[in-house]
Nanobody, 122 residues
Framework: VQLQASGGGLVQAGGSLRLSCVVS????????MGWFRQAPAKEREFVAG????????YYADSVKGRFTISRDNAKNTVYLQMDSLKPEDTAVYYC????????????????WGQGTQVTVSS
């Protein structure tokens, strides 16, 4: 199983980025997908998740209204559209997969991507 995240970079506050995560080695359409992030000296935290069954979405309060998660099962890809970025969004962003519904704890995800760095300057 491989999860390949991309799309990170350096952006000014108020700007936008779109992260992508291409998944191989599992039946993507049957897996819940999540995005997490980890800033230096902080624990990894849930950002957003999307169910496999009804595509219902879930967000951390800190990103609600600014970030949008989506998935394209034909392309085995999950996206995270990030708008109105803030310096506090700076972190390494990870995609993750789990069989079943969305969970907010990282330990409940079986598969992880390598991470992509997002840096937001003020």
């Amino acid at each position: 199983v491989q999860l390949q995240a991309s799309g990170g970079g350096l952006v000014q506050a108020g700007g936008s980025l779109r992260l992508s995560c291409v998944v191989s080695g599992l039946t993507f359409s049957r897996y819940g997908m999540g995005w997490f992030r980890q800033a230096p000296a902080k624990e990894r935290e849930f950002v957003a998740g999307i169910n496999w069954s009804d595509r219902s979405t879930y967000y951390a309060d800190s990103v609600k209204g600014r970030f949008t998660i989506s998935r394209d099962n034909a392309k085995n890809t999950v996206y995270l559209q990030m708008d109105s970025l803030k310096p506090e969004d700076t972190a390494v962003y990870y995609c993750a997969a789990r069989g079943g519904g969305i969970e907010r704890l990282p330990r409940n995800y079986a598969y992880w991507g390598q991470g992509t760095q997002v840096t937001v300057s003020s």
